[in-house]
């Protein structure tokens, strides 16, 4: 095979990626093409190779050659990284077709290159198409099961790239969540983790359909928004969304004035933060009462919320309109009665508050049992 020529060169071009290309022509004389491939998907991610057309080279000259021993999903992704080497969508979209045509049999690689040849539309500007692809590809993954994880991270990060760039914060929101979830964070570079944690947050804030903050602070790559002290402002006011606290609100947006002001997104939002702020006070306050106990008056949903008396109704309207919560108003005696508040991820501090409900659920379920065990159950239920 020839193959190895192209190997030889890069290993006079860039002298500390000897060692690993050794261990491909190990590999490679030795027919290992499983341990091979593995071998090659790290080794296309070095960033000596990233610039030029050293990945391009590479599959040409030499996973060519052993296309027919290796994984078609392996084979996909060895092509994806070597098209983004091509100048030009065109140059770029029929690399990837020659594979598809000549080569790919398995239905799960042909979605994944499918994916790359949508991603690189969208990329050069042809929205509409890449939408068409994204469409039908969404079609196929819902009527396929068990697919390579590649296959859905790769699907869910150009998804939200296509929401993004119609600002569409729900839905890019909702398919990056799909993406953290189908992909290790060490598959996701350092620029990758503060741009999606960037980009994340501030859709979390802006969209007036997602209230469930602790769902995202939880995510791991969050750590980026609070390591980079560009960005922890933007951690800092999803933790005070997440805490329904009005006061701290009122603060974070006199101390952070100039940098909310300054990102476009948030400065077109402004109203939307100040109602939503309050929204998540009202659901604070629910959610830390006792379930038994979910009658609220007016004047404490004020107080919590900063909203006048008139103000209140309309706004646990707008709550249950956007199904937080579900319940009853009684407008003769201005209280609400709450019989379900939407579901929330725990983090520490809710954790706490459960353990708090569930130990006094307990001592009202000791002092049952008590009251049946001296025999005063029928007295004091029946008489």
């Known amino acids: 095979m020839q193959g190895t020529h192209v190997l030889d060169k890069q290993a006079s071009l860039f002298p500390l990626l000897e060692s690993t290309i050794k261990e491909m ?69 029929n690399f990837l077709k020659k594979i598809n045509d ?89 620029e990758q983790k503060r741009q999606i944690s960037v980009d994340m947050g501030i859709a979390c804030l802006v969209s007036d359909r997602i209230y469930n903050f602790s769902e995202l602070l939880e995510q791991p790559v969050l750590r980026t928004l609070k390591e980079i002290p560009e960005h922890s402002w933007i951690y800092t006011l999803l933790e005070t969304f997440n805490a329904g606290d009005i006061s701290r609100f009122n603060d974070n947006m006199t101390k952070y004035k100039d940098l909310i002001t300054g990102n476009m997104i948030l400065n077109d939002h402004i109203s939307t933060l100040k109602v939503k702020i309050k929204i998540m006070a009202l659901l604070e306050l629910i959610f830390n009462r006792p379930k038994n106990d979910r009658n609220v008056n007016f004047d404490t949903i004020a107080k919590v919320t900063g909203l006048k008396l008139a103000e209140v109704e309309p706004l646990v309207i707008k709550a249950m309109s956007k199904q937080l919560l579900k319940g009853t108003i009684d407008q003769v005696d201005q209280k609400v009665k709450v019989t379900w508040i939407m579901p929330r991820v725990l983090d520490t501090e809710r954790i706490a508050v459960m353990k708090k409900k569930l130990d006094s659920w307990n001592k009202t379920l000791e002092s049952l049992v008590k009251t049946v065990d001296n025999g005063n159950f029928a007295a004091a239920s029946f008489v």
């Open 25 to 93: 022509r190990a590999l490679h004389n030795g027919k290992l093409w499983y341990q091979l491939s593995m071998v090659l998907l790290k080794y296309i991610e070095e960033p000596s190779l990233q610039t030029g057309t050293h990945l391009i080279e590479l599959y040409d000259g030499f996973v060519k050659e052993i296309e027919g021993y290796i994984d078609e999903i392996v084979c996909v992704q060895l092509a994806s990284k070597a098209s983004d080497q091509y100048q030009g969508l065109e140059n770029k979209l």
């Open 102 to 190: 000549t080569l790919l049999s398995d239905k799960a690689a042909k979605l994944l290159l499918r994916t790359k040849m949508a991603s690189h539309k969208l990329s050069h500007g042809n929205v509409d198409d890449a939408w068409t692809d994204i469409a039908e590809i969404n079609k196929e993954i819902d009527n396929m099961s068990d697919l390579d994880s590649i296959v859905y991270s790769d699907y869910y990060y150009l998804a939200s790239a296509y929401y993004k760039t119609k600002a569409n914060y729900e839905e890019f929101y909702k398919n990056s969540l799909q993406y953290l979830a189908y992909t290790h964070e060490s598959k996701i570079s350092a």
